[in-house]
């Protein structure tokens, strides 16, 4: 399935899959993501195939979408899972997700989350720092275990991304420098409840060329090398995540040609390959369904204000990033410049600069690529209730997380006089 596939045009209407936008609209309201079953197993199944028998396990980057039935689906087609916090362990146990798939990445982990990760078995833990290292030693030993490691390397090499998503540079805050690596490897033998057994990197995110992962690998396998040279005998090669998607004009390695590089420089090792790939696995299977309140036609610029914002979909405001913007609707009308911004008090609300549209209120537009860091990185400014979220499959559609009321909104708080 290409890219957009899921999302199509059916006599100038658009479709998720078998399903009209408008009809969704209709049922469940705006904002609302709309998620399609076809393209997140496409893409997965993509990645699985190009393996072609090689020892190989997907941990799908839960951070990049972590709704509970995405997790499950992606749980059934055998995917193990990527994550980041207790938060995100509870949500993978949850759906189903099994713990010896799981990877326990991230710079900050705290002794409960290791502990709560320690008790169920997680497969390993990507640690990011000596005093890391030396806490989850602490943390096992406490509990009478011995946690599995790699250690994160910073390999020092350009991703050529967003400088916000990139993580694989010496200034970034992520892994261990790579000459500190053996001595820490050393340590993490050393010690009694941790146990070396893989190496990790992740060099940022939304690349669009193979060469930087290819350099990437080659550094982490000399640095398996080097470890064997020290009797530390690696198991596994965490090659981490970071295929780019089409948002725009981009055009990415395909999932094949990405899998088949990093196979093709793993040759000489018999150590399984990790990958953890999020934003290639959900992106471009998602949109964000948004309706127009008003339009604004001023001489010097035209707004169109809709009713999705920057709090549903940060990314263009974040990190001025582009996401196509298409009518649910195709109909006549003159067609102008408009700025597509969000009723959010920040001049930053923008979700589309200077798009060519024909617009009438009331219509419909599906914010595209969406479905890879839209709703988990939604958040509840200007009070503003969490979007709905629906999965198609098909002909049918259902709610897979209920759109926020506002009484949930403060029911946390508590007035004190
Ligand atoms: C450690 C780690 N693994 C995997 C990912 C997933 O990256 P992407 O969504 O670009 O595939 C990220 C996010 O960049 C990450 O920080
Ligand atoms: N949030 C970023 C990706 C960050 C990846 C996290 N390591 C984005 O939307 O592009």
Not at 258 to 276: D, F, G, P, Q
Not at 367 to 381: H, R, T
């Amino acid at each position: 399935m290409s890219d957009w596939a899921a999302f199509h045009y059916h006599d100038d209407r658009l479709f998720a899959e078998s399903v009209s936008l408008a009809a969704i609209a209709e049922q469940f309201g705006t904002p609302c993501y709309v998620y399609s079953h076809a393209a997140i197993t496409a893409a997965y199944q993509a990645f699985e195939q190009a393996f072609s028998g090689r020892e190989h396990l997907i941990c799908y980057a839960v951070k990049a979408n972590s709704n509970l039935t995405i997790l499950n689906l992606l749980a059934r087609l055998g995917s193990g899972f990527d994550i980041v916090s207790g938060g995100e362990l509870h949500r993978v146990l949850k759906a189903g997700g099994d713990p010896r798939k799981t990877v326990f990445s991230g710079v900050g982990k705290t002794r409960e989350e290791m502990r709560d990760a320690l008790e169920v078995n997680v497969l390993c833990f990507n640690i990011e720092s000596e005093m890391e290292l030396l806490a989850l030693n602490d943390v096992a030993g406490e509990m009478g275990k011995v946690a599995p490691v790699s250690i994160r390397i910073n390999p020092d090499v350009d991703a050529n991304t967003h400088p916000y998503i990139s993580t694989g540079l010496k200034e970034n805050k992520f892994g261990v420098p790579a000459a500190d690596a053996e001595r820490i490897y050393q340590l993490a033998r050393d010690l009694p409840s941790v146990r070396p057994v893989g190496l990790d990197c992740h060099i940022g995110s939304q690349l669009t060329e193979l060469s930087p992962f290819i350099e990437a690998t080659r550094r982490i396998l000399d640095l398996q090398a080097r470890l064997q040279s020290l009797h530390i005998t690696i198991e596994h090669i965490d090659l981490g995540g970071g295929l780019g998607i089409r948002y725009d004009v981009e055009s990415p390695p395909s999932r094949q040609d990405y899998v088949k590089a990093l196979c093709t420089e793993m040759a000489s090792t018999s150590a399984r390959l990790i990958i953890e790939p999020g934003r290639s696995v959900v992106g471009n299977a998602g949109i964000l369904l948004t309706r127009v309140q008003y339009l604004k036609h001023l001489p010097h610029r035209n707004f169109a204000i809709v009713d999705a914002a920057m709090n549903d979909l940060l990314r263009p405001a974040l990190y001025q990033a582009y996401h196509a913007i298409q009518p649910v609707v195709k109909h006549e009308g003159e067609t102008q410049i408009y700025q597509i911004v969000g009723p959010v008090c920040e001049t930053g609300d923008f979700l589309g600069n200077e798009r060519a549209l024909a617009l009438a209120s009331n219509d419909l537009l599906a914010v595209m690529s969406s479905g890879a860091y839209g709703m988990s990185m939604s958040s509840n400014y200007n009070s503003r209730p969490r979007a709905a979220e629906v999965l198609v499959d098909g002909d049918s559609v259902r709610l897979i997380r209920a759109r926020e009321s506002i009484d949930e909104l403060c029911a946390l708080e508590n007035i004190i006089v």
